[in-house]
């Protein structure tokens, strides 16, 4: 029982050690990609380090929803942490407080947080992009909601440490149509959710065509440092439920001793790194949707979804 | 018919890939990338008679199989890229009858539509592929169609029209394992021909009107 709890506290502090280090791979492959030779993979540390000894400056206007914001904010994918399979193929302590819809709705909490501290402060581009990620976010929603669908009916189960069992026992379930077809629906939601290229620019300075990020503007110091830290951990865990749970729920450690565990985390890393560098590449050889076209992207989505619970319920 | 497990899964698969290169040739914009899906979902036409053709030790199958890649995948392709204009292949098509998310919605509904249909068909046939041919074949069906009502471009159309044809192979190798090649041979001189028809058709058309935009060839004209 006690090994339990620290392992999960170990799951949580991977997500928090980890996250700027995956964020800092990612613009130091894409750079690569493009030639150029790109800022230190420790370079979102160092900023995160600058960022939280700088005064922090809050508007008079703004209400204790701004102050708020960037502890829920960061405190959402930390304990979204708890409850997957980060390290772990076996449910640890807390794993059975929620289920994955458990999940969507902690990380959905820390996004209306964001959106209504961006209306708070006034400024005129922060409430353009909140209203903008709002349209995206209504628009996934039904393919959220087809994929969980899916994946309840085919595991029986939305605890995300049963259904990552279901998909590769036996190896032939991997190759089911509607788990491929899942995995590209899923996929597209999260360049949508996290705001990656098709739907938006991640790394654009040019704030009137800013989806996702013009929403933190207006932070400064400490709660700048916790918004971007906070955006990092939530890419991470999209990620590891996207990995641990739907692709590869190989390298997680089936034991309980603490050496299996750790071993776990260069193994869980590694695959996020392979992973990292398709995802580069999708980045780099598309380029950004205009605002309207975005709708066709997230159809596209929820039709390949909406097969997936058709091949599915045809195969019985 | 006990077929290897592996086998009836990669088959799903590929109808699954199947599928989604007919929504894509529904949504696409650009007229060259729907061209490359066509030329995909063939190459996928092909790989499914192989895995039936393993499965079924039918000899027929294979021979299913190599005269679809020699038509669809090099032939037809070859064919309309010579036949018409460069030009047309760079255009994107903006306007449409409908809008793409809408028609996505369309197709969703197609398909379910098509699972329908071929519900009361799968217990008369009797092999078990046909569970994962015969719904998608008809879907594949269904798109094609679709894409031709939906689309105002003539090559566009045209890939529809394939589409379609596809589609009804997709089903019929399933159900029919031995098919006699000399049907297949007939199907596979006759698409060509109509590519080829409508290849010059279009060559024609963009040569007179400096467009391909069938669409707007509704209305009389007086000269």
Known sequence: MLERILYNLIQVAVVIAFAPLVEGVTSRLKEILQSKRGPSIFQPYRDLWKLLHKDEIVSQQS?????????VSFAAPVFVA????????????????????????????????????????????????????????????????????????????TIPYIVQTRWVTPIANFFEPSHILLLIAFLMLILAEDGRIP???????????????SKSLEYSGRGAALMKWASAMKFFVLLIVFLNVL?????????????????????????????????????????????????????????????????RLSAI | MNSPPILFALDALTGALFLLTAIGVVATRQVLASLQLFILQSALLTLSAILLGLAEDSVHLFAVAAITIATKTLLIPWLLRRTVNAEVYRTREIERVLNIP???????????????????????????????????????????????????????????????????????????PNLP???????????????????????????????????????????
């Open chain 2, 181 to 223: 090649v000399i049907a297949e041979l007939a199907a596979a001189v006759d698409v060509p021909v109509v590519a080829l028809v409508v290849g010059m058709l279009t060559r024609r058309i963009h040569a007179r009107l400096g467009t391909t935009a069938v669409g707007q060839l509704a209305s009389l004209r007086e000269e």
């Open chain 2, 102 to 176: 809408s028609s996505l919605l369309i197709t969703a509904v197609l398909i379910v539509l098509a699972y329908v249909v071929a519900s009361p068909l799968l217990n008369a046939v009797g092999v078990p592929f046909a569970q994962i041919n015969l719904p998608l074949g008809i879907a594949a069906m269904f798109l094609g169609a679709f894409t031709i009502a939906v689309r105002r471009e003539a090559v566009p159309q045209l890939l529809g029209l394939l589409a379609v044809e596809n589609g009804v192979f997709f089903a019929g190798v399933a159900i029919v």
């Open chain 1, 63 to 71: 209400s204790w929803i701004f102050r708020v914001t960037p502890y």
């Open chain 1, 247 to 311: 692709v590869t729920p190989w390298g997680l450690a089936r034991g309980m001793g603490v050496g299996e565990v750790l071993l776990a985390i260069p193994l869980v890393l590694l695959k996020i790194f392979c992973f990292v560098v398709v995802l580069v590449y999708i980045e780099s050889s598309l380029a950004k949707l205009r605002l309207f076209r975005i709708t066709e992207f997230i159809g596209a989505a929820f039709v390949i979804s909406v097969v997936a619970v058709i091949t």
């Open chain 1, 199 to 213: 739907v938006d620019s991640p790394s654009g300075q040019f704030e009137l065509a800013m989806i996702d990020r």
């Open chain 1, 82 to 157: 708890l409850l997957i399979p980060v390290l772990t193929r076996y449910p640890l302590f807390f794993a059975f407080m929620a289920d994955m819809l458990g999940v969507g709705f902690v990380l959905a909490l820390a996004g209306f947080f964001a959106c209504l501290a961006a209306v708070d402060t006034a400024n005129p581009y922060g409430p353009m992009g909140a209203s903008r990620t709002r349209m995206v976010g209504f628009l996934a929603e039904p393919v959220f909601i087809m994929v969980f669908l899916t994946i309840s009916f085919v595991a029986g189960s």
